[in-house]
């Protein structure tokens, strides 16, 4: 590479030789005409080489960074099938070398299966470097093709008295720019898309993230370096398509039929409220972003621990948005923090400030290495009598399984000690993600729960000892009743089921400061105690920070 920049650098500095090739002014006859064409041919054929050279330069560049990507993509299913006690053939068939020895015989049929699961990752994550390694033959051999063919560019239609070797350079340098292979199609399972992210370079998951934000911003199993980057992109797309929204429904208001005086019509003002009710929807929305904005421009030279990470952004209905402290790709300690009933992208900072406060927890109770990710990556329950049902948390519990798998996919290194948290709906969220997808954590915290689809938490899929859980003595879960709504059906379901406070749930139960009480001096639960579990001196805090960083609360 060092031998060819330094002939096409020679070659480019031969611009200003070639201005001063023209036909001598007033020189004329067959002679003039014949340097005129030979000064042409030239000019052309430096055009053409120069082209050529960058092109050359180029692709050789872009394969070599290409190779080392698909290089990665190998090195990485080697080393998850050697820890998995596997073995990759140079034909690239998948060998199961066999389970560890010590299974016990009740736990074998949960082991096979998981063995299964594995070695379905580690043929995918082989197919994908053969895609990649392939897709890189066929762009480099295109280039080359061109190249040796004489078909980088057509010099002879370009203007010869304004000629510019650097433009030819340019368009040659275009050409042998190689393609990125297309990610798995929209879907795919985190271990899809991380098999396809292992077979990049960085400088192709950052140019990737920077041209095709769409195509990064959303997925897991893609590291949060690069979605952070596409998705600060996908942010401003928000807020430029809901000003435009806004604008035009502030436009149906003002245009809105009235009466002589300039009021509305009695048999309009339904209509009238409804497009009241949207703007005030569409402007909480855009003050959600804005303070979300506001949050995620830090110095540049922020900790990689302290830093925030856009992993989610999505402005349509309530709004969605995953926001993570600490890089989670690279912490020992990641927890996911799921919000409940009313949380939307309006009242966002609120739900981020309740996962700083835990970081902060986490980090001062020894868990130096920590993230913390504040996740509303689903349509919350609007309405304490919408918190009744099971619809949101069925809803939402896919996205939050394959949240779950995209973290543990792209951690780097040992794997991490990942937690959910939950609050009011988002612990009926996170339990039926639990016992109907598997959760992959290691830890639940159920803070304030109204029930989480299960009677006992063994049914959870994990050790019952890892399941943790506080409510406040006047939090006023305590005396709201949470029947289902009917179902399609018509028919109405079981409740949320019980508490996993309550002794008989078999879980673990951390203390929490009693909380505001309401209507003093009765002493009756209030709705604030139901907010309080953040407070800084509130013992729930503590305990939860203790167990995001790994301790016992």
Same mark, same amino acid.
């Given at each position: 590479?060092?031998?060819?920049?330094?002939? #096409?650098?020679?070659?480019?500095a031969?611009?200003?030789?070639?201005?001063d090739?023209?036909?001598p002014?007033?020189?004329?006859?067959?002679?003039?005409?014949?340097?005129?064409g030979?000064?042409?041919?030239?000019?052309?054929?430096? !055009?053409e080489?120069?082209a050529?050279l =960058?092109a050359?330069r @180029?692709?050789?560049?872009?394969?070599?960074?290409?190779?080392?990507?698909?290089m990665?993509?190998?090195?990485?299913?080697?080393?998850?099938?050697?820890?998995?006690?596997?073995t990759?053939?140079?034909?690239?068939?998948?060998?199961?070398? %066999?389970?560890?020895a010590?299974?016990?015989?009740?736990?074998?049929?949960?082991? *096979?299966r !998981?063995?299964? +699961?594995?070695?379905?990752?580690?043929?995918?994550?082989?197919?994908?470097?053969?895609?990649?390694?392939?897709?890189?033959?066929?762009d480099?051999s295109?280039?080359?093709? +061109?190249?040796?063919?004489?078909?980088?560019?057509?010099a002879?239609?370009?203007?010869?008295?304004?000629?510019?070797?650097?433009?030819? %350079?340019?368009?040659?340098d275009?050409l042998?720019?190689?393609?990125?292979? =297309?990610?798995?199609?929209?879907?795919?399972?985190?271990?899809?898309?991380?098999? #396809?992210?292992?077979?990049?370079?960085? *400088?192709?998951?950052?140019r990737? *993230?920077?041209?095709?934000?769409?195509l990064?911003?959303?997925?897991?199993?893609?590291?949060?370096?690069?979605?952070?980057?596409?998705? @600060?992109?996908l942010?401003?797309?928000?807020?430029?398509t809901? @000003?435009?929204?806004?604008? !035009?429904?502030?436009r149906?208001?003002?245009?809105?039929?009235?009466?002589?005086?300039?009021e509305?019509k009695?048999?309009?003002?339904?209509?009238?409220?409804?497009?009241k009710? /949207?703007?005030?929807?569409l402007?909480?929305?855009?003050h959600g972003?804005? /303070?979300?904005?506001?949050?995620l421009?830090?110095?540049?030279?922020?900790?990689?621990?302290q830093?925030y990470y856009?992993?989610?952004?999505?402005?349509?209905?309530? %709004?969605k948005?995953?926001?993570?402290?600490?890089?989670?790709?690279?912490?020992?300690?990641?927890a996911t923090?799921?919000?409940?009933?009313t949380?939307?992208?309006a009242?966002? $900072?609120?739900?981020?400030?309740?996962?700083?406060?835990?970081?902060?927890?986490?980090?001062?109770? $020894?868990? +130096?290495?920590?993230?913390?990710?504040?996740?509303l990556?689903y349509d919350?329950?609007d309405?304490l009598?919408?918190?009744?049902?099971?619809? #949101?948390?069925d809803?939402?519990? +896919? *996205?939050?399984?394959g949240?779950?798998? %995209?973290?543990?996919?792209?951690?780097?290194?040992?794997?991490?000690?990942?937690?959910?948290?939950?609050?009011?709906?988002g612990t009926?969220?996170?339990?039926?993600?639990?016992?109907?997808?598997k959760?992959?954590v290691?830890?639940?915290?159920?803070?304030?729960?109204?029930?989480?689809?299960v009677?006992?938490?063994?049914?959870?899929?994990?050790?019952?000892?890892?399941?943790?859980?506080t409510t406040?003595?006047?939090?006023?879960?305590?005396v709201?009743?949470f029947?289902?709504?009917?179902?399609g059906?018509?028919m109405?379901?079981?409740?949320?089921g019980?508490?996993?406070?309550?002794?008989?749930?078999?879980?673990?139960?951390? @203390?929490?400061?009693?909380?505001t009480t309401a209507?003093?001096?009765?002493d009756?639960?209030s709705v604030?105690?139901? $907010?309080? #579990?953040?407070?800084?001196?509130?013992p729930?805090?503590?305990?939860?920070?203790?167990?995001?960083?790994?301790?016992?609360?």
């Amino acid at each position: 590479m060092g031998a060819l920049n330094a002939v #096409y650098n020679k070659t480019i500095a031969l611009s200003d030789d070639l201005r001063d090739l023209n036909t001598p002014h007033g020189w004329s006859g067959e002679a003039a005409t014949a340097a005129a064409g030979k000064v042409n041919q030239i000019i052309d054929s430096l !055009e053409e080489h120069a082209a050529e050279l =960058a092109a050359g330069r @180029r692709s050789f560049g872009d394969t070599g960074d290409a190779i080392t990507g698909v290089m990665h993509g190998v090195r990485e299913a080697e080393a998850l099938a050697a820890a998995q006690h596997f073995t990759i053939g140079d034909d690239g068939v998948v060998v199961d070398n %066999g389970p560890p020895a010590g299974i016990r015989t009740d736990q074998q049929e949960a082991v *096979a299966r !998981e063995r299964q +699961k594995i070695a379905a990752e580690l043929r995918e994550r082989v197919d994908q470097v053969v895609r990649s390694a392939t897709d890189v033959d066929a762009d480099f051999s295109l280039v080359l093709d +061109k190249i040796l063919s004489g078909h980088t560019i057509d010099a002879a239609a370009n203007d010869n008295e304004h000629t510019s070797l650097a433009g030819a %350079g340019n368009a040659g340098d275009a050409l042998g720019s190689l393609t990125i292979p =297309a990610p798995p199609p929209e879907g795919a399972t985190a271990a899809q898309n991380a098999a #396809y992210w292992a077979t990049l370079s960085e *400088a192709q998951r950052t140019r990737l *993230a920077t041209d095709r934000p769409e195509l990064v911003g959303p997925r897991d199993g893609f590291s949060a370096k690069q979605r952070d980057i596409a998705n @600060r992109v996908l942010i401003g797309r928000e807020q430029t398509t809901l @000003r435009h929204d806004r604008d !035009e429904l502030q436009r149906k208001i003002d245009n809105f039929p009235r009466t002589g005086g300039g009021e509305i019509k009695l048999n309009d003002q339904r209509d009238f409220d409804a497009l009241k009710s /949207q703007l005030a929807a569409l402007d909480g929305k855009l003050h959600g972003l804005d /303070q979300l904005n506001q949050r995620l421009n830090q110095p540049a030279d922020t900790p990689e621990n302290q830093k925030y990470y856009l992993l989610g952004i999505d402005g349509r209905e309530d %709004g969605k948005a995953i926001v993570a402290k600490g890089n989670p790709d690279t912490a020992a300690n990641v927890a996911t923090y799921v919000p409940g009933t009313t949380a939307d992208l309006a009242t966002f $900072g609120d739900e981020l400030n309740r996962g700083d406060a835990m970081h902060r927890e986490a980090v001062e109770s $020894g868990g +130096k290495s920590t993230s913390v990710i504040t996740w509303l990556g689903y349509d919350a329950p609007d309405t304490l009598l919408n918190a009744g049902s099971e619809s #949101y948390a069925d809803n939402g519990k +896919k *996205a939050l399984d394959g949240f779950q798998d %995209g973290l543990r996919e792209s951690h780097e290194g040992t794997p991490s000690h990942n937690t959910a948290v939950g609050h009011s709906y988002g612990t009926t969220l996170i339990g039926h993600a639990a016992r109907d997808e598997k959760l992959a954590v290691d830890d639940l915290v159920l803070i304030a729960s109204p029930g989480v689809g299960v009677d006992h938490a063994s049914q959870l899929n994990m050790p019952r000892d890892h399941v943790f859980s506080t409510t406040a003595d006047k939090d006023v879960i305590h005396v709201t009743n949470f029947p289902r709504l009917p179902g399609g059906d018509g028919m109405p379901g079981d409740p949320l089921g019980p508490s996993p406070t309550d002794p008989e749930f078999g879980g673990r139960t951390f @203390r929490s400061a009693p909380g505001t009480t309401a209507a003093a001096p009765l002493d009756l639960p209030s709705v604030a105690a139901h $907010g309080e #579990y953040w407070q800084q001196n509130n013992p729930a805090l503590r305990s939860t920070g203790k167990i995001i960083a790994g301790q016992q609360p």
